[in-house]
C-alpha cells in the first residue's frame, strides 16, 4: 500500500501519465531439495496458470514505477522415488517495481527492462495429504506463508490505439524455501531458491 501511495505522488507532482492493465501467463517453477539419511526428495509448486493487474505511472520519457498484483495458480508438491503427493494451494505476489524504457513514450515499440521487491504469500486451500507420503523426510502443512519476493524481468510495450497497449513480458518471481509450508523433519535439510519464471502477456490503459 505504501509502495502504491508513493507511486500516486510522485504522479501527481510530476503530472504525468497513469497506466491500469491486466496480464494473464504461466508460471514455472524451479524448486527446491530436501536431504536426509533417508534419500531426498525434490519440494516445489506446481507448474500453472498465473494473472495479474498492473498500476503504473509514467514519471519520465525513461523511467515509470509500477505496483504488480500476481496470482499463481500452483500446488506445493513433494516427489521422491516412487511418490508423488501435493496440496492444494495457490500464491499471491505483491510488488512495487521500476520500469527502465529503452525508448520514449511517443514510440509506438517501447522495449524494457523491470525489476523490484514485495511480498508473496504462499497460500494452502486443501487439507494435508493423510497419511502424509514421505514423513521421513518432510511433510506438507497447512500454513500459509509470507515470503520477500524479488521480481526481474523484461519485455516489450506496444501502442495498438492511442491509450491503449499491449504488453509481452518475463518475470522471474525468487523468495526463499516456504520451509513452514513443506516442512523437512527433524534434522534433514532443505536447499534450494525458488523462482517462479513467469511470461506475461496483457493489455493495458493510459490515461
Not at 498484483?69 to 499471491?92: C, M, R, T, W
Not at 529503452?102 to 504462499?122: D, M, N, Q
Not at 521421513?136 to 520477500?148: F, G, M
Request: aromatic share 14%.
Amino acid at each position: 500500500m505504501k509502495c502504491l501511495v508513493a507511486i500516486v505522488f510522485v504522479a501527481a507532482a510530476f503530472g504525468q501519465q497513469y497506466e491500469m492493465g491486466a496480464t494473464i501467463g504461466y508460471g514455472f517453477y524451479r524448486d527446491g531439495t530436501i536431504y536426509s539419511t533417508s534419500g531426498t526428495a525434490q519440494a516445489g509448486i506446481r507448474n500453472r496458470f498465473a494473472a495479474g493487474i498492473i498500476l503504473g505511472d509514467e514519471f519520465s520519457d525513461y523511467v515509470s514505477g509500477e505496483f504488480n498484483y500476481l496470482y499463481h495458480d500452483g500446488h506445493p508438491f513433494l516427489q521422491a522415488s516412487g511418490v508423488k503427493s501435493d496440496i492444494q494451494g495457490n500464491s499471491d505476489a505483491l510488488t512495487c517495481e521500476l520500469l527502465f524504457h529503452f525508448k520514449k513514450r511517443e514510440r509506438r515499440l517501447r522495449p524494457f527492462l523491470a525489476g523490484g521487491s514485495g511480498a508473496k504469500e504462499y497460500v494452502i486451500a486443501g487439507p494435508e495429504p493423510f497419511p502424509q507420503p514421505i514423513p521421513q523426510i518432510a511433510s506438507l502443512t497447512t500454513n500459509d506463508v509470507w515470503k520477500v519476493v524479488f521480481s526481474a524481468g523484461g519485455g516489450v510495450k506496444f501502442r495498438l490505439i492511442p491509450h491503449v497497449l499491449l504488453r509481452a513480458e518475463f518475470r522471474d518471481y525468487i523468495t526463499t524455501f516456504p520451509r513452514q509450508q513443506i516442512v523437512p523433519a527433524l534434522h534433514n535439510t532443505a536447499r534450494g531458491i525458488f523462482e517462479q519464471f513467469t511470461p506475461l502477456f496483457g493489455v493495458s490503459y493510459t490515461f
